[in-house]
């Protein structure tokens, strides 16, 4: 069955680095536009980041761009967050997405908290 398996979570300094990771299985991994999203207690899900099956277009929110970086590895079916100078806003449960066509699937989440 599809399953997305996210790591790398967990409490960052303001300031700090966190890298997030997502390994994906049972469907074509490679084929599939792979996104981060979040979720803050209380405000609706947010899209972070957005990459393309081949890796090569990525898009940012406007609250991220410049902090965060998107990248993918189709050969370990693996796509990463790469978060620097967190902020305190930054805090939320961050989801993995894999879309194609019809297809949507999403991963149960890692909680990432910024907090001094």
């Known amino acids: 069955q599809v399953q997305l398996v996210e790591s790398g979570g967990g409490l960052a300094q303001p300031g700090g680095s966190l890298t997030l990771s997502c390994t994906g299985s049972g469907f074509i991994f490679r084929l599939y536009t792979m996104s981060w999203y979040r979720q803050a207690p209380g405000k609706e899900r947010e899209l972070v980041a957005d990459?393309?099956?081949?890796?090569?277009?990525?898009n940012y929110s406007g609250s991220v761009k410049g902090r965060f970086t998107i990248s993918r590895d189709n050969v370990k079916n693996t796509v990463y967050l790469q978060m620097i100078s967190l902020k305190p806003e930054d805090t939320a449960a961050y989801y993995c997405?894999?879309?194609?066509?019809?297809?949507?699937?999403w991963g149960q989440g890692t909680q990432v908290t910024v907090s001094s």
């Open positions: 990459i393309t099956s081949g890796g090569g277009v990525t």
């Open positions: 997405n894999a879309s194609r066509s019809v297809n949507n699937y």
